[in-house]
């Protein structure tokens, strides 16, 4: 058996999520459709982080086994059979152990929000417009909180699969950077942990903008990381602003 690692990237918002879901467009049902006829087989995918619908991904990273001889330019044949939202940057052969997912010491994710009272149309589909008062001394404080061992039961949903809420929060932080196009600039939030809840992210995001608008104080979001119930904490921010930035092995 051969086992391939893929380095890619996607747009979200033309798909439901990365794993298959029967009748939807998704970006492990597109590329295994795209591995199937290459190699000529059934190929399933293993992948780093699995994102929801319409968050976004920098640099996703999957592995496959195969009994298959994959064509010299893998990357290459799978961007012929994929949309122009989703692009394989690299294809390598990867030891006979690796496995994307089990393997991954890190996740690093970005949220993106465009904190003008203007829109951005070319941050539309990629930050949340946050027309709202924020200040950034409280979303920093905020962040500083979640650096260590937390119980991040608040942040994510009550019905899930999940039976571990302890994650470890490697580095939290925010950063305000000039927008892509046009004038402004963007609120980056970003955070690295060994691995993420569903939702994790987008609720700690919209809790932390609750914070920083002085709807809640910085004394309650520090209470949540002790294992509090999903109801005590904020609303789940939208999709659209996440962006899985890395994976580190």
Known sequence: MTRVRLDLGYHGAGFVGWATQPGMRTVQGE?????????GAPTPLTVAGRTDAGVHAWDQVASFA????????????????????????????????????????????????LAERVPNPFEGGIALHWPHRV?????????????GSHDFTAFTPTQTEHVRFERDVLRAEWHRTPAVLGPGSVLEFWIEADAFMRNMV?????????????????????????GAPRERAGDTAQAHGLHLASVRY
């Open 31 to 39: 590329l295994e459709a795209a591995l199937e006829r290459i190699l």
């Open 66 to 113: 195969t009994d298959r001889e994959p064509p010299a330019d893998l990357a290459r044949a799978l961007n012929s059979n994929t949309g122009p939202d989703l692009a394989v940057f690299g294809a390598q052969i990867a030891t006979e152990e690796f496995d994307a997912r089990r393997d991954a010491r890190s996740r690093t994710y970005c949220y993106r929000v």
């Open 202 to 226: 987008r609720v700690l995001l919209g809790t932390m903008l609750e914070v920083g608008g002085g709807r809640r104080s910085l004394e309650d979001f520090n209470s949540l990381l002790a």
């Open 135 to 147: 200040d950034e001394g409280t979303l920093a404080a905020c962040a500083d909180a979640l650096v």
